[in-house]
């Protein structure tokens, strides 16, 4: 593919261009070949699949048997269904519930272990890493046996202080906001240990002059190392944007999508229709809706951060 | 001076306090985890919770153990799977990077964008299809789809390009005066100098491959070739029926080896994904 691509580029010069560009292709066969397997393998795993599900997008098909043409039905569907949309919803309702939170609490905590002051800094960092390295499904299970109304740990220690037992699992914000404690717990410590590695990058300095003018650390947090750290606190957003409505084995083991689809995101709404159902036709046409609105919020965030870089 | 000195030790409490208060969420599932494993069935859900049971035993891990399909085939699986996925994608990404890295061909700048563009496409658009041609290669039910598909991924080849840039080119042109061929130079001369950085990368694949779960629950159909995760999942029963104890010993066992590794290698596992982040 990259061989075809540059020979084409001489036909629109003089053909006397096509002898050196030849050469310098001949020339370069190692880097061609060096890079080609990544290239082979998207076109047969990426671009062919890419190609397929946006001709799958205007049919029915179970997987076996006739592929049926359908035309835009599978779109029109797709408008009416308060499920997919339910999830696109939840996916925002989510991603409003946790990511402030996260990303404010791993930056302070990320400040907090920059500062020389803290001793165990290696301790408090390894502790607070270590979720990330646990399986989603062993995770989500465990959050559900603590959880659980009835007898479950969360709600015995509540209990100690005479609070009635919360239905985490049992309702819709109480799913929810088990989601995002699971999601919390599980991706809190890599987002910290990301903004920890940007605070090394800026220098200390100027901090260290704003308090010596008569700055707060409250001061010094707000008008200093967040406006530096803007570019890493935007890629963890934009990370968690596309992680949000991306949440799958969280919701698979943790809440099942319930109740009432308040937990269910685009992707296992997909996943189910193409593995359950077997409606293989409409779950891509949901997958290229959900890819071209996932594509604009990155998009727009993009930009709305962007500008404010200086 | 006094006043100064109350509000750092007064800042130093609040500090320590949140510490050690996410310190106890973080941990707080672990224990948990480990504690109901080795309880005895009427302890799990005893009022009030009892964390160490006078009662401990190994039997949830014996159960395990004994099943038809022995946990340890599982853990063979998820070890096959995870280590030959990294070991492949780390030769083709670090061959990429070293073919984007060393060398100027023509198209590079533009082949190499098109590369990062590809991390756009989100898996839920091409699940469907790659699922028709894994069937069509009768690869349903065998490893090879976990394998096969990212093993040159562009995230990778994008983070051994950065690595490999760093390396210096006068070693490459002894050799190459030398009369090695471009091959030679990569596999004797560019591989041993970006051990670690390969060492970062490859604790980064072998994580996301030992705790995939979308990918085995698509493509794993029978139960001697599940990974961990799909055994823990499978083990969900009916509504009061699932058996907490034996669940979550599968959970330590599936937690256990990555735990000893990311302990092992904590600094370079952390070198590797803040490299991705903050760098790009």
Redesign the interface.
């Known amino acids: 593919m990259?061989e075809s691509?540059?020979m084409l580029?001489p036909d629109v010069h003089p053909t006397a261009h096509r002898r050196p560009?030849w050469r310098?292709?001949v020339k370069?066969r190692?880097?061609?070949?060096?890079?080609s397997?990544?290239?082979l393998?998207?076109i047969?795993?990426?671009l062919?699949?890419?190609i397929?599900?946006l001709y799958?997008s205007f049919t029915e098909w179970k997987?076996l048997g006739p592929i049926k043409q359908v035309g835009l039905k599978n779109y029109t569907l797709l408008f009416q269904d308060h499920v997919f949309w339910q999830s696109m919803e939840n996916g925002v309702i989510l991603f409003f519930m946790y990511v402030p939170i996260m990303t404010f609490?791993a930056l302070?905590?990320a400040v907090?272990?920059n500062s020389k002051?803290?001793r165990g800094f290696r301790l408090?960092r390894?502790?607070?890493?270590?979720?990330y390295?646990?399986?989603?499904?062993?995770?989500g299970?465990?959050?559900r046996?603590?959880l659980?109304q009835?007898?479950?740990?969360v709600n015995?220690?509540l209990?100690?202080f005479h609070i009635p037992p919360v239905p985490w699992l049992e309702s819709m914000w109480g799913g929810r906001v088990s989601l995002c404690l699971l999601v919390i717990?599980a991706w809190?410590?890599?987002n910290m240990?990301?903004m920890?590695?940007?605070l090394q990058?800026i220098s200390n300095e100027l901090t260290e002059a704003a308090m010596i003018d008569g700055a707060d650390?409250a001061q010094a947090f707000f008008y200093i190392t967040v406006p530096m750290m803007r570019p890493?606190i935007l890629?963890?957003v934009v990370l968690s944007t596309?992680g949000s409505f991306?949440l799958?084995?969280e919701i698979?083991?943790l809440t099942g999508g319930g109740p009432m689809n308040a937990t269910i995101t685009?992707?296992v709404d997909?996943?189910n229709q193409?593995?359950a159902n077997f409606r293989?036709g409409y779950?891509?046409a949901?997958?290229?809706v959900?890819?071209m609105i996932?594509?604009v919020l990155?998009l727009l965030q993009v930009r709305y951060f962007g500008q404010r870089v200086d | 001076m006094f006043v100064r000195r109350l509000s750092r030790t007064l800042g130093d409490v609040v500090m320590y306090a949140l510490l050690i208060g996410v310190s106890i969420f973080m941990l707080l599932p672990f224990v948990w985890m480990l504690s109901t494993s080795l309880k005895p069935a009427d302890e799990i859900f005893a009022l009030p919770p009892i964390i160490i049971s006078a009662h401990s035993s190994l039997k949830a891990y014996i159960y395990l153990l004994q099943q038809q399909v022995s946990i340890l085939v599982n853990v063979r699986n998820t070890f096959v799977i995870a280590f030959s996925a990294t070991i492949v994608r780390l030769f083709f990404c670090s061959l990429g990077g070293y073919g984007f890295a060393k060398f100027k061909f023509p198209g590079q700048g533009w082949l190499f964008g098109f590369l990062l563009g590809t991390m756009i496409i989100p898996g839920a658009i091409t699940m469907v299809p790659v699922y028709i041609i894994m069937r069509n290669l009768k690869w349903i039910d065998t490893f090879w789809p976990l394998i096969i598909p990212g093993a040159a991924n562009a995230f990778g080849i994008f983070f051994m390009r950065q690595y490999i840039s760093s390396v210096s080119e006068e070693i490459m042109d002894a050799a190459r005066i030398d009369g090695a061929g471009e091959f030679a130079i990569f596999w004797r001369i560019i591989l041993p100098v970006i051990a670690p950085g390969l060492t970062s990368l490859g604790l980064i694949f072998f994580m996301g491959s030992w705790n995939d779960f979308m990918g085995p629950l698509i493509y794993l159909k029978s139960p001697q070739n599940f990974t961990l995760p799909l055994v823990i999942r499978s083990m969900i029963g009916p509504v009061g029926r699932t058996v907490y104890d034996v669940q979550m010993a599968a959970s330590v066992i599936s937690l256990i080896p990555l735990l000893i590794i990311f302990l092992i290698f904590q600094r370079r596992f952390l070198e590797g994904i803040t490299a991705g982040a903050v760098k790009g």
């Open positions: 990259a691509t540059t580029q560009v310098d292709i370069a190692w880097p061609y070949l060096f890079i397997p990544f290239y393998l998207f047969i795993f990426g062919y699949p890419t397929q599900s799958l997987g609490l302070v905590l907090i272990l002051r803290v408090f390894t502790i607070l890493f270590i979720p390295i646990m399986n989603i499904v062993a995770a299970f465990t959050f046996l603590l659980e009835k007898y479950g740990l015995s220690l209990g100690i717990w809190l410590g890599y240990v990301i920890l590695a940007g990058t650390q890493v890629f963890s596309m991306n799958f084995g698979y083991t685009p992707i997909i996943f193409a593995f293989l779950a891509s949901m997958a290229y959900y890819f996932i594509f990155t």
